[in-house]
């Protein structure tokens, strides 16, 4: 049944993209694209917790066999990604120009992160990847809601194909030991490599995947580009395809390299630690909705990546259910990432519909809008601030539980390695909160006396769904967690999820006997979505009895200026600017402020001010490499002489090396 679904979500997926193609049917284009997505939320639903069975497409490459098969941690990783693509193109984009195009591009990325979810082989695989990506790019190019947009697509696309590049090196360095490209060879073929070329094959898969993850230096090209298109694109590149690719991190970490290297772990602990750090700390600058959500989005991206490496060093040193839980948080924090994140990116898109911007600014649009649509977007805002009883405060609060447990590693190296994770997380806790109270305080509740139009209804329900979604995750996580059981059990021998509850209470899933009132720490959110709209009775209570006294209401001063709030509010700039100078050594803030005037120097016409933070990496990484690159190319372009007896030269000395290296 499930296979059949997939089959039919693809078949949908393809069936759009040629009508896309064809310039005609873009509201039938819009339902297949969402009905694909329907039905394989569909099959994982059906499927779990099990997985799929593996079934051989009709065609071949390279003369073997294609098959397709889904374990469970890629049907969950799926259908989570996949709630917010399916509200994201059943609205489609905002942008008046351009659908067909973003209908071809969704569709691409669909079919290529179905296709990473499931493909066996290795050329399949890098095939759908290249798919998704290119995808990816068709959608924030077709929109044209940027100026800029073709230079930031260009960026993001040489960045991932440096990371293509890493995946297929790796993809070969496993494949020539057994002879074969299919997966099921690799785990057997990096066992039979030295420890330093597994070393080397993990970092190649760490560049390949965190390209589009958001691992440093990567993390830079998300905001141009997210920020050249809209809400939709960034629900679908921020849900089903940044969970592709943690999953494929997750395949090489947990099935094809051995446990023997614990360096690995290391590694990938101190690059998520360190890009959710700085990812975080660049998000809560931004003054565009798309820009901020997708610095948030590397962030929670590395939070993931940080909790797989710590699953990697407890495998490494013995410890399989602690392996085992690890490898569940992370897959439960992007569960709830995907839902949250959705929910914004479609809010921001709301935003877009009604004020025309995507200004983190005053707008007054909760106010104007449904009341629905500022529930949704608060539950999400909440989860992503890591907020009870969030999914998003429940996945953190494990996270640090997971990382707590880091004295009962063996080696010094590793408990300190875990100790100055937490460290770091917890930074990136305190940030992330800042960062989405300014998100939801000045973006949605700052008032405005601009006309501002109401959400409208469709942003309003696809808002409103997926925010729900993320307190019913919360809320009915002991259920949910049965379905990782299986694949916990197959990957570390120890079925971690049944141990990180006790019926409706969660509790660190360590594997020792454990009950509520006697653990280390314990939460349940399925109780305190009850308990907590009780306890806001008693405010309510409050208020309601403190009517019978008279209210005295005081203007606010304004310095002896006339009463302006709007003017006096706060706004993204000074929200921001504590923390801008505090690690100024980090963000090495410009400002910049120019006079226009008619002539005469004291008469100044208009003001005009300019603020920024500098990148880390690319004045002092990329830059250099383009340098390098047209200095290469500038030396190579004297090839193109014109000069036949020069060209016939370089064709004989190609023929010498031919025939040299055939006979020797």
Do not use: C
Not at 70 to 89: C, E, H, I, K, N
Not at 580 to 591: E, G, K, V
């Amino acid at each position: 049944m499930a296979i059949e679904l997939l089959v039919a979500a693809a078949l949908l997926w393809v069936a759009a993209a040629i009508i896309a193609l064809l310039g005609v049917g873009r509201l039938l284009a819009r339902a297949l694209l969402a009905l694909g997505g329907l039905a394989a939320i569909a099959a994982a639903l059906v499927a779990l917790p099990q997985g799929t069975a593996a079934a051989t497409l009709p065609n071949s490459l390279g003369g073997d066999p294609v098959v397709f098969a889904l374990s469970p941690d890629a049907l969950w990783l799926m259908g989570f990604g996949l709630a917010p693509a399916v509200l994201a193109t059943a609205l489609s984009t905002p942008s008046e120009k351009g659908e067909y195009g973003w209908l071809f591009g969704a569709a691409a990325s669909l079919i290529g992160a179905l296709g990473v979810f499931g493909l066996q082989d290795g050329a399949a695989f890098l095939i759908a990847w290249e798919i998704m990506s290119f995808g990816g790019a068709v959608m924030i190019l077709s929109e044209r809601l940027s100026d800029a947009r073709g230079r930031s697509v260009l960026f993001m696309l040489g960045l991932l194909e440096i990371g293509a590049v890493a995946l297929l090196i790796g993809v070969l360095l496993l494949a020539v030991p057994g002879a074969s490209l299919s997966f099921a060879t690799f785990a057997h073929a990096a066992a039979s490599l030295g420890g330093g070329w597994q070393a080397f094959i993990g970092l190649l898969f760490l560049i390949g995947f965190g390209a589009k993850l958001g691992i440093l230096p990567f993390y830079e090209w998300f905001p141009a580009a997210y920020g050249s298109g809209s809400g939709a694109s960034g629900a679908i590149l921020s849900g089903v395809v940044l969970n592709a690719a943690f999953y494929g991190l997750s395949r090489v970490l947990t099935v094809w390299l051995p446990v023997s290297v614990p360096a690995i772990g290391i590694v990938v602990v101190a690059a998520g630690t360190l890009s959710a750090v700085l990812a975080i700390l660049y998000a809560f600058q931004q003054e565009d909705w798309r820009s901020l959500l997708s610095f948030s989005s590397a962030e929670n991206a590395s939070i993931a990546v940080a909790t797989l490496g710590a699953a990697v060093m407890f495998r490494a040193d013995g410890q399989m259910q602690l392996a085992g839980l690890a490898w569940t948080v992370a897959l439960l924090h992007l569960a709830g990432h995907s839902l949250a994140k959705g929910t914004l990116f479609l809010t921001a898109d709301g935003m877009f519909r009604a004020a025309g911007s995507y200004g983190i600014g005053h707008t007054n649009l909760l106010a104007r809008s449904a009341w629905p649509f500022g529930l949704g977007a608060l539950f999400a805002a909440m989860s992503l601030a890591a907020m009870p009883p969030q999914a998003g405060f429940v996945s953190e609060w494990y996270v640090f539980q997971t990382i707590f447990q880091g004295f009962h590693l063996s080696t010094l190296g590793d408990r300190l390695t875990l100790a100055i994770a937490g460290a770091g997380l917890a930074l990136t806790a305190a940030v992330a909160f800042a960062t989405f109270v300014k998100v939801f305080g000045i973006g949605l509740l700052g008032r405005t006396t601009h006309p501002v139009l109401p959400a409208s209804p469709g942003s309003v329900a696809a808002v409103a769904l997926l925010g729900l979604g993320v307190i019913v995750l919360a809320a009915g996580l002991p259920a949910w967690l049965r379905a990782l059981s299986p694949a916990s059990a197959d990957l570390f021998g120890k079925a971690a999820p049944l141990d990180m509850h006790v019926g409706w209470v969660l509790v660190p899933g360590t594997g020792a006997p454990i009950a509520p009132d006697r653990s280390f720490a314990f939460i349940s959110p399925s109780l305190l979505v009850i308990a907590m709209p009780l306890l806001a009775l008693i405010p309510i209570a409050f208020l309601l009895a403190t009517r019978r006294f008279p209210v005295r209401r005081a203007a606010v001063w304004y310095g002896g200026l006339p009463q302006d709030p709007e003017r006096a509010s706060t706004t993204g700039l000074t929200f921001s600017n504590a923390l801008r100078t505090f690690y100024a050594f980090i963000y090495r803030p410009t400002l910049t402020t120019t006079r226009e005037t008619n002539g005469q120097p004291y008469f100044i016409r208009r003001l005009v001010f300019m603020h920024d933070v500098a990148p880390i990496f690319g004045p002092y990484l990329f830059s250099p490499l383009v340098r390098f690159v047209r200095f290469v190319a500038e030396k190579m372009s004297r090839i193109q002489s014109g000069q036949l007896n020069f060209y016939l030269a370089l064709i004989g000395a190609l023929l010498v090396v031919i025939l040299a290296l055939a006979l020797f």
